[in-house]
């Protein structure tokens, strides 16, 4: 089961502030077109939540290279790999990989710390490691949901409007991937469809396509049209999910993916994929040594690939129900896992990713909201870099929501605000309200009030804070119901963000003539 700034690092990223081949202003202007408001990535001002001390994290690390040396891992079907891994020292025997203890984390050391990913809207770029927080929507869903069409396979259609309403979220900073799996079109020629959609119906970054290493390569070719080839050359413009085959397995699909975006300077995100108790052992420590080994060994790979490539330690990591075997979400164990990943990642110099609104629940309802909110609050907290699955996530991660993704995109407005911290300038401290008002009256009306009232507290587009009478008169909804009304005012008002003409006739040419290549494909 799988989830279907300039560099620190140094090398050829750290030129990220050059414009694109050419230069040209009028090109440039219309690739940063847009008109949507949007909040800056998280650059957070108050501290993590640690769980554990230094003593436990060494042991879990200790725990880690002892599974590394002495299980090893499985890289299956691919030749290169277990070559590669020789080559460095490895003990290859068949396609199991054991490492000497330290290895992995000493070829880890070439990864950046952060990276700047770029967007075609060079204000959307995001910094992606250190105290920053980028908030990405669902990523692989093949259903979608509203309240008026019910429970059905995903469309293009409906992937397209995923991309709008995450480019219409101020607080997703991302476009993100795979929002949901479009059945209606053919499985060897959708992740053009898909990726087109991210580049010409948003100006933010995005992920490419990890299906098969050809589809990593087309995801290439497609961001130097948009981006121009040095560009991509020297940039990274593109984060891609490469998930580990948990327990303890890298397939060749992924292990494709990955060497195709590391030889071109494009960010991977290893992730173990763990349902605790059925791919992992069922107690947080167990899970996060297992997890550290694995994140590890396709780290440390992709520095073999291209010593430097930007990688980020990746977390998924869930309950089951052990009556059932389901996916379970919003409990504390897998909270105390991505608290401990957090920190391991931290300890081993590269950004994080886990978290964002998981559910296991069928609609958007009670269950949908406090399990979202338990996996959430976490996230926030643990300093996550990169948050996938922020916003649309139901049933498992079974389902885009409609109603949902706007319900998520309120909480995550909710998070930013939380981890900006105090104001402590002069106006945050408030004394001269203070000294305004003084004992015995009320803060309604003094200067400092009236100045700061607009934007005091944050305001929810989803919460329904009006008088019984009011909230009755205007049809008694309840926030299902408003996210649905709301889903679809973005959507009739969403108008696109402009594209320089040549550049999108070119992307399409170029995936006009790929399709004619090959015969439609629905397995």
């Not at 879990?60 to 070559?83: C, H, K, P, S």
């Not at 791919?279 to 396709?298: F, N």
């Not at 990746?314 to 957090?342: K, R």
């Not at 594209?499 to 006009?512: C, F, K, S, T």
Request: proline content about 5%.
């Amino acid at each position: 089961m799988t989830e279907t700034g300039a560099s620190a690092g140094g090398g050829r990223r750290g030129r990220g502030a050059r414009g694109a081949a050419g230069g040209a202003e009028a090109r440039r202007a219309a690739r940063q077109g847009g008109k949507v408001e949007q909040l800056q990535y998280i650059t957070r001002k108050i501290p993590v939540f640690e769980t554990l001390n230094t003593e436990a994290l060494e042991l879990i690390e200790y725990n880690a290279d002892t599974i590394l040396e002495e299980v090893g891992i499985d890289f299956r079907d691919d030749a290169e790999a277990l070559e590669i891994w020789k080559n460095a020292g490895a003990d290859v025997q068949g396609e199991r990989v054991r490492f000497p203890r330290g290895m992995c984390r000493s070829l880890a050391k070439t990864a950046p710390t952060e990276f700047t990913q770029h967007a075609r809207n060079r204000d959307r770029s995001v910094q992606i490691g250190g105290d920053n927080t980028v908030f990405a929507p669902v990523y692989g869903p093949p259903f979608v949901r509203d309240l008026d069409g019910g429970r059905r396979y995903a469309t293009i259609e409906d992937f397209q409007n995923f991309v709008k309403l995450a480019y219409s979220m101020p607080s997703i900073h991302h476009s993100g991937g795979t929002v949901c799996e479009p059945v209606d079109v053919p499985v060897n020629k959708r992740h053009l469809d898909m990726l087109y959609a991210h580049m010409r119906y948003s100006d933010k970054p995005y992920m490419g396509s990890v299906t098969a290493p050809e589809r990593a390569e087309d995801s290439i070719a497609m961001s130097k049209i948009l981006f121009g080839d040095d560009f991509v050359d020297d940039n990274t413009v593109m984060i891609s999910l490469i998930n580990a085959n948990s327990p303890m397995t890298f397939d060749d699909t992924m292990l494709g993916a990955l060497k195709v975006y590391a030889r071109n300077n494009q960010a991977c995100i290893v992730t173990p994929f763990i349902l605790s108790g059925a791919m992992a052992p069922v107690t947080p420590a167990g899970v996060l040594a297992q997890t550290l080994a694995e994140a590890l060994a396709g780290i440390a790979f992709s520095q073999l690939v291209n010593p430097g490539a930007p990688v980020v330690f990746g977390s998924f990591a869930s309950s089951i129900s052990m009556q059932s075997g389901a996916p379970t979400f919003g409990t504390p164990e897998p909270a105390l896992v991505l608290y401990g990943a957090a920190a391991l990642a931290r300890r081993l110099g590269v950004p994080f990713r886990s978290g964002g609104s998981l559910c296991g629940s069928k609609t958007p309802d009670a269950q949908a909201a406090y399990e979202s909110a338990q996996t959430l609050m976490p996230t926030a907290m643990a300093g996550v870099n990169f948050v996938l699955h922020g916003a649309g996530w139901l049933e498992g991660g079974l389902i885009s929501s409609y109603e949902k993704f706007i319900m998520d995109a309120d909480q995550l407005g909710m998070m930013q605000r939380m981890l900006e911290g105090y104001d402590l300038t002069e106006n945050g401290q408030a004394m001269d309200a203070i000294r305004e008002v003084g004992p015995g009256s009320h803060f309604l009306g003094c200067a400092h009030t009236q100045a700061n009232f607009k934007t005091a507290f944050y305001r929810s587009n989803i919460a329904d804070n009006n008088s019984f009478e009011q909230w009755e008169a205007e049809g008694a909804l309840d926030a299902c119901q408003r996210a649905n009304k709301i889903f679809k005012r973005v959507l009739a008002d969403y108008e696109a963000p402009a594209i320089d003409p040549a550049v999108d006739e070119a992307l399409n040419a170029y995936i006009a003539k790929k399709k004619e290549s090959m015969p439609d494909a629905f397995t």
